[in-house]
């Protein structure tokens, strides 16, 4: 396969006015290796098949305009077994697939604490016959990946296996890889978490590093933590329904109610994440949406920081005893206006005389 070379103007998207058939993509095909050969549940994986804006069909199918074609090699959705599902990923290592894009799913364990055996593995190494690391294929591929991702908190910052008291030294791709670390084409690892990840998240950020490397979008926005901006740069309590009820100091009690859940142990207020905005599938669900509190999924300190879990969080019970006084007066002010608002100006009835306020000239 020829090499693609990207185009010069690869932070910067086309002038308006110009269609795709004026310009010629900067890729033209790309293939995309994902690894869930990390310790996880493939949960990432399955996630992503329910999502729509866009839906990995239409990214596969070529159903988006301006995209490169593309390859999918994921062991949870591909027909192929074996050697045949393997050979693309020992191509990329060998340096006979050019353009490529790494998704790591699942949490990436310290082989150096492995002893004489090994954490996690994919496959075989064809040289010697043993099975082949895990890391080693992270390490290797990442040389050569025009981008690599973290889908699902796991690969991101560690996730659920990375907990104190664990055995094997699991990290996320920043720690493994460095957190200065940058692909061949100049981007640094893209993290996008959850557990598992929401799916038109993760689908939203592949389709803007497809546009990307094939010369129509800008440099990809992340924060600090390499999350996208536009998806995780606002928490849980500013896009949940229930936030008004905290400003009231109205809060639930049990499960079940439709109250603010700070106090059952919601860690939505200081949490960034788009879910109860954007929901799960289709827009539906999410885990306030349907009386599930925050339990931090998409940040770096979970699950250690957060727990234990549907436990008032200790910020809360100082920020919620704070609120209290203000939400009583506002709540019994609105009382007031409520009663007022709900009813009718005194001017309308059935009578004589017009009481409007109007005056004939």
Not at 38 to 44: F, P, Q, R, T, V
Not at 69 to 92: I, R, S
Not at 176 to 190: D, E, M, Q, R, T
Request: aromatic share 8%.
């Amino acid at each position: 396969m020829a090499q693609a070379t990207l185009a010069p103007d690869l932070q910067r998207p086309a002038p308006y006015g110009r269609t795709q058939t004026q310009r010629e993509p900067a890729l033209k095909e790309v293939h995309i290796l994902w690894i869930t050969a990390g310790l996880g549940c493939d949960g990432d994986s399955v996630s992503i098949t329910g999502a729509s804006n866009p839906s990995i069909e239409d990214v596969m199918l070529g159903a988006v305009p301006g995209l490169p074609k593309v390859h999918l090699h994921n062991p949870v959705l591909a027909y192929e077994v074996g050697d045949e599902f393997m050979e693309p990923f020992h191509q990329a290592l060998r340096g006979e697939l050019d353009n490529f894009v790494v998704v790591v799913e699942g949490s990436i364990p310290n082989e150096n604490l492995s002893g004489e055996g090994y954490w996690a593995a994919m496959g075989v190494d064809r040289k010697t016959g043993q099975p082949f690391k895990t890391t080693d294929w992270i390490s290797g591929l990442a040389r050569n990946a025009l981008a690599v991702i973290g889908a699902g908190t796991c690969a991101t910052y560690g996730g659920i296996h990375a907990m104190a008291g664990n055995p094997t030294g699991c990290m996320g791709l920043q720690d493994f890889l460095g957190h200065n670390w940058k692909s061949k084409a100049g981007l640094p690892i893209v993290n996008v978490p959850g557990c598992p990840v929401q799916p038109d998240n993760f689908m939203e950020t592949l389709l803007y590093l497809l546009r990307q490397l094939a010369g129509l979008a800008p440099m990809i926005p992340l924060d600090e933590e390499g999350r996208p901006k536009w998806l995780f740069d606002f928490t849980v309590h500013e896009g949940c329904d229930r936030a008004a009820y905290y400003e009231t100091s109205d809060f639930a009690k049990e499960y079940g109610s439709r109250k603010c859940l700070v106090k059952l142990g919601c860690w939505g207020p200081v949490v960034q994440c788009n879910v109860p905005k954007r929901g799960w599938i289709g827009g539906i669900g999410g885990c306030p949406n349907v009386g599930g509190i925050c339990i931090g999924c998409t940040m770096p300190g979970f699950p250690d920081k957060f727990m234990p879990f549907m436990d008032e969080p200790p910020g809360s019970r100082i920020s919620s005893s704070l609120i209290t006084p203000y939400g009583m007066l506002i709540r019994n002010l609105r009382k007031v206006t409520h009663a007022t608002l709900n009813k009718e100006p005194r001017w309308r009835h059935n009578e004589q005389s017009l009481t409007t306020g109007y005056h004939p000239q």
